[in-house]
């Protein structure tokens, strides 16, 4: 019989259903609780690890993690938007016109080659 909490009731030890597993890393990675509470909410007796165990098993995070910050860390980085990333692709765009004009007066100004031409040796 499974109860409310997606465990097995039949046995000594809870035996959590895959959907359960997978609800309990979504709100993990929702990054609104720890891992304390979320145990305590779901009423997972097992030990701490347990939800990073789950976390490896359904690919949320690679097996090479050692740790919850560093998955943290991870999640943080794979939540910038694609806004942030074309921002920033802006900016460099900006950054490289700058050099290239910086770099056309310096040769003008000093009478100086600075990039090398292609068809020269």
């Known amino acids: 019989m499974i109860n ?5 009731t039949t046995k000594r ?5 895959e959907e359960f597993k997978r609800k309990v890393c979504e709100e993990y990675i929702k990054g609104t609780k720890t891992k304390a509470e979320i145990k305590s ?4 007796k097992s030990s701490t690890s347990i939800i990073l165990d789950w976390l490896r098993k ?19 980085r794979q939540q910038s938007t694609s806004k942030d990333v074309e921002k920033e692709n802006e900016d460099l765009k900006l950054q490289l016109q700058m050099y290239k004009r ?20």
């Open 4 to 8: 409310c909490a997606g465990t097995n």
């Open 13 to 17: 030890y809870s035996n959590y259903s």
């Open 41 to 44: 909410q779901y009423g997972i």
């Open 58 to 76: 359904f690919g949320y995070i690679e097996s090479k993690i050692s740790s919850i910050s560093e998955f943290q860390f991870m999640a943080k």
């Open 102 to 121: 910086m770099i056309e007066i310096a040769e003008k100004e000093f009478k100086i080659s600075i990039i090398k031409k292609s068809d020269s040796k």
